[in-house]
Structures are given as C-alpha cells and as structure tokens.
C-alpha cells in the first residue's frame, strides 16, 4: 500500500455505521443466528490478459505525484467537505447520488467499507455517491488496501464464469477485482468483486477514470474535515 496514502473511511460508510451498518451487515445471517448461506453471485472479471499494461501506457500514468505537486490546493481537494444526507442505513439495492453544487473538475476518491458494505464515492472532497454494495466471501475474499482502476470496460461478461454479465466493469487489480454493475440483493455475494446496483455503476463509471483511487478498509470511519488521502 501506498505509504503516502491513510485510509480513514468512507463518509458514507461512517453514516451508515452510526445509523445500522453493523445491522446490515448482519442481514447475512438467518433469523435465528444461524448463518445463512450465501449464494455466489456469478460476476468474476475476464481474462486477466485484457488487464496488462499497454506499452509506455499505464504505468506512467500511475506513478506517485512529485513533490512540487502536494501543495496545500491539492491538499484541500481531498479534505472532506459534504457528507450526503441519508437517512437511516442504506439497504440492499439502494443508492444516493448528488452533484448539486460540486466543483467540476474534482478529483475522484472511492472509498469501500468491508463491515459497513458501502461504498462512498468522493469528487474534490464531497461525497456525491453512496450505495450498498455486494463483496466477496471467506473463501473468495475482497481485499484490503489502496487500488488505482487499472481499466475500464462499458459492456463486460465474465470469461470464467458462463458469460456472466458484468457491466461497467473497472478493475483494480491484475488478477481481475474489480468494481461493476450487479444485482445488489440480501444473500448474494461476489468472488471478490465490488458489486454495485447497474444504474449507480453507471453513474460511477461515466465519472472515474484510469488512476482514480479506490481504498477498500474494513470498519474505518472519516468525519468531515479530515483527508480521504
């Protein structure tokens, strides 16, 4: 992990933590607390080959800023500014999105908690994106850590698992996690993708670009003031 990056959470995954994120989270398990069991959504990426670097492409474009470049402007654009307005925790399915009064040209942050299921969505410090979302399992896990999106595709199915449907796609690793549009409902998961409902996905993918930053923590939190980076 980059040691120039902290992870301190999502805004959105700190709302629906103080609201019922641990409940939600919880809804993995049946009424009696037993665990449920949990049937794997068939959404892995495609052949990692697509994944490879293009030549005097991607790696240039992922290298750490300079120095000249950390100057209390760029500083400012990752401090939080707005928390959305949700009120109670998010649901399965559900998803906000608001870029009323956003700057323009903002940097984008995501930020995914593993305990709270959410994922935030950041533009210059303000949050304007917020949904549930589908992760892996024990034995498919999502990882921790601070991605850049390596690639984007609009129209994806998985090679892997019966041509799977997997669109807006945008992969975080080489060996294919990725965040993409899915059918976001209790008792699902993913082999370790960030599933997102397809309308929010879509919105996420006509914002985010290659080397826009996702951080994926488990029960971390961020409160207004402080830096997503």
């Given at each position: 992990?980059?040691?120039?990056?902290?992870?301190?959470?999502?805004?959105?995954?700190a709302t629906v933590f103080v609201l019922g994120g641990a409940t939600l989270a919880s809804t993995m398990m049946?009424?009696?607390?037993?665990?449920?069991?949990?049937?794997?959504?068939?959404?892995?990426?495609?052949?990692?080959?697509?994944?490879?670097?293009?030549?005097?492409?991607?790696?240039?474009?992922?290298?750490?800023?300079?120095?000249?470049?950390?100057?209390?402007?760029?500083?400012?654009?990752?401090t939080v500014k707005r928390i959305l307005d949700i009120d109670g925790p998010i649901k399965y399915g559900e998803?906000?999105?608001?870029?009323?009064?956003?700057?323009?040209?903002?940097?984008?942050?995501?930020?995914?908690?593993?305990?709270?299921?959410?994922?935030?969505?950041?533009?210059?410090?303000?949050?304007?994106?917020?949904?549930?979302?589908?992760?892996?399992?024990?034995?498919?896990?999502?990882?921790?850590?601070?991605?850049?999106?390596?690639?984007?595709?609009?129209?994806?199915?998985?090679?892997?698992y019966d041509n799977a449907p997997m669109p807006y796609s945008m992969f975080l690793t080489n060996d294919g996690?990725?965040?993409?549009?899915?059918?976001?409902?209790?008792?699902?998961?993913?082999?370790?993708?960030?599933?997102?409902?397809?309308?929010?996905?879509?919105?996420?993918?006509?914002?985010?670009?290659?080397?826009?930053?996702?951080?994926?923590?488990?029960?971390?939190?961020?409160?207004?003031?402080?830096?997503?980076?």
């Amino acid at each position: 992990m980059d040691q120039m990056l902290k992870w301190i959470g999502g805004a959105a995954a700190a709302t629906v933590f103080v609201l019922g994120g641990a409940t939600l989270a919880s809804t993995m398990m049946s009424d009696d607390g037993a665990p449920k069991e949990i049937a794997l959504q068939e959404a892995i990426p495609v052949d990692p080959a697509q994944l490879a670097p293009k030549q005097g492409g991607d790696d240039a474009q992922l290298q750490p800023a300079s120095a000249e470049a950390d100057t209390p402007a760029k500083e400012d654009a990752f401090t939080v500014k707005r928390i959305l307005d949700i009120d109670g925790p998010i649901k399965y399915g559900e998803w906000h999105w608001n870029t009323e009064n956003v700057p323009a040209d903002g940097a984008i942050v995501m930020t995914v908690d593993l305990d709270a299921r959410v994922i935030s969505v950041f533009k210059g410090g303000y949050e304007i994106g917020a949904s549930a979302v589908l992760l892996g399992t024990d034995d498919h896990p999502t990882p921790l850590g601070t991605f850049p999106i390596k690639y984007k595709m609009r129209h994806n199915v998985s090679e892997k698992y019966d041509n799977a449907p997997m669109p807006y796609s945008m992969f975080l690793t080489n060996d294919g996690i990725a965040l993409h549009g899915s059918d976001v409902q209790n008792g699902y998961a993913s082999h370790g993708c960030i599933g997102m409902p397809d309308d929010f996905a879509a919105k996420v993918f006509a914002v985010a670009k290659k080397g826009d930053k996702v951080i994926i923590t488990k029960g971390e939190t961020l409160d207004m003031g402080q830096s997503i980076l």
